[in-house]
C-alpha cells in the first residue's frame, strides 16, 4: 500500500488495513495508482481538522464537510481518505475524475468497502460528496449494496437520515 502521509495518518485498524492491501493492490493491477491520503485521526487531530473548516467556513458549513470531533469515521480506524499519488484534486469535487477515484467507485465494493459520501446524497448521509473517502464495511454488505443499487449506509441499515449534531 503506497502511503501518502505517516504518523498516525497512516494507521488503520488491522481488518481495515489487510482489505486495503488488497484493494491498492488490485488497483495498481489495473493501472490506478491508489495511495493512502488520510487514515486514522485522533480527537485532537479531527478537533484541529474541523476547527479549521469553521475558521474559513463558519460552523454550519463545516458541519456539512467534516465531523465534529468524536463523530469521525477517521476516529474509528474504518474509514480513510483516497489519492491519486500525484495530488490532482486532493480532497476536491474534480478528484472524482481522477483514475483512482473512478476505479474506488466501480471496484471497491469487491475489497469490502464504500464510497461512504457518495454524489447527490448529502441529505442522507450529511456529508457532501467525497469520492475520496472509502468506508470498510465488509465484502458481503458492500456487495450486496452494490449488487441492490444502494448509496449510503444510512439506507442499507435503515437509519435515519443524517441525523443534526446534539
Known sequence: ???????????????????????FAAAASEG????????????????AT??????????????TASARPGFSEHQTGWAFDIGDGGGACSFEPCFAD??????AKANAYKHGFVVRYP???????????????????GVEAATDMAKRGIGTLEEYFGLEAAPGYP
Open 50 to 63: 474541523y476547527n479549521g473548516y469553521v475558521s474559513t467556513r463558519g460552523q454550519a458549513s463545516a458541519d
Open 119 to 137: 454524489w447527490m446524497l448529502n441529505e442522507i448521509t450529511g456529508y457532501y460528496y467525497e469520492p475520496w473517502h472509502l468506508r470498510f464495511v
Open 32 to 47: 490506478a495508482t491508489m495511495t493512502l491520503a488520510s487514515g486514522y485521526r485522533s480527537f485532537q487531530t479531527q478537533t
Open 1 to 23: 500500500m503506497q502511503l501518502a502521509v505517516s504518523g498516525e495518518a497512516s494507521l488503520l485498524n488491522s481488518t481495515t488495513a489487510a482489505a486495503a492491501e488488497k484493494l
Open 98 to 103: 481522477q483514475p483512482a477515484a473512478v476505479w
